[in-house]
């Protein structure tokens, strides 16, 4: 149980277009989101928190405007990079905290690579 | 402000050997530590966790990690390594009190020789 699944796995997108990354808890419930980037050879950083019904809390740094959240459902969360460039080209994986779970357990996603052109 | 450093980048141990794999951190509040792995093309799993209970940690595969304050470590290790073990290993620290925030280390990537 407790399986998290993200797609697309891979995209290499021009730049100027804008990519959309869903983040899906198969198996439960997921009040809180969060979603991370890593670069090479670096970890992972958190990007924003997102709850169901409600508006995403960016981290410092991160332009809201840029990196599009939405969690409409207990199941799904997107990532929207707006007007892709190549300096956004990372790895973003996505995680689901489990509603009614013990507190601070989140379960990942397998992750996004993408490539701007 | 809350960090965590992985002291090797990479770690080659022999099947069968142990393993130790080296994590020590900062923080302004009394921590929630993990260990999580992950294996290629899979989603980060969680090894262990510390939340101030014990401070000998024991989590899935035979991994085993010890919070020490006074050394500000929380390093993980497993008596006996099996070919299954390769892959990266992170170091987590969680920043807010309900553990939401985590801070990743840089990781360590672990390789396992027959």
């Known amino acids: 149980g407790a399986v998290v699944s993200q797609h697309p796995s891979r995209v290499i997108c021009k730049s100027g277009t804008s990519v959309k990354i869903e983040c899906r808890s198969l198996?439960?419930?997921?009040?809180?989101m969060f979603w991370y980037r890593q670069f090479p050879k670096q970890s992972l950083m958190l990007m924003a928190t997102?709850?169901?019904?409600?508006?995403?809390?960016?981290e410092q740094g991160v332009e809201k405007d840029k990196f599009l959240i939405n969690h409409a459902s207990l199941t799904l969360s997107t990532l929207t990079v707006t007007s892709a460039h190549p300096e956004d080209s990372s790895f973003y994986i996505c995680?689901?905290?489990?509603?009614?779970?013990?507190?601070?357990?989140?379960?990942f996603g397998p992750g996004t690579r993408l490539t701007v052109l | 402000a809350q960090s965590v450093t992985q002291l090797d980048s990479h770690v080659s141990v022999s099947e069968g050997t142990p393993v130790l794999l080296r994590c020590n951190y900062s923080?302004?509040?009394?921590?929630?530590l993990f260990w999580y792995v992950q294996h290629p093309n899979k989603g980060l799993q969680l090894l262990l966790k510390?939340?101030?209970?014990?401070?000998l940690v024991k989590g899935i595969n035979g991994f085993e990690a010890e919070f020490k304050k006074s050394e500000t470590s929380f390093h993980l290790t497993k008596p006996s390594a099996h070919m299954s073990d390769a892959a990266e290993y992170f170091c987590?620290?969680?920043?807010?009190?309900?553990?939401?925030?985590?801070?990743f280390g840089a990781g360590t990537i672990l390789r396992v020789k027959s």
């Open positions: 995680s689901a905290g489990r509603s009614g779970g013990p507190d601070n357990e989140q379960f």
């Open positions: 198996d439960f419930q997921a009040t809180t």
């Open positions: 997102s709850n169901e019904g409600s508006k995403a809390t960016y």
């Open positions: 923080s302004s509040y009394s921590p929630s």
């Open positions: 510390y939340t101030s209970a014990a401070t």
């Open positions: 987590v620290v969680s920043w807010d009190r309900y553990g939401n925030k985590l801070v």
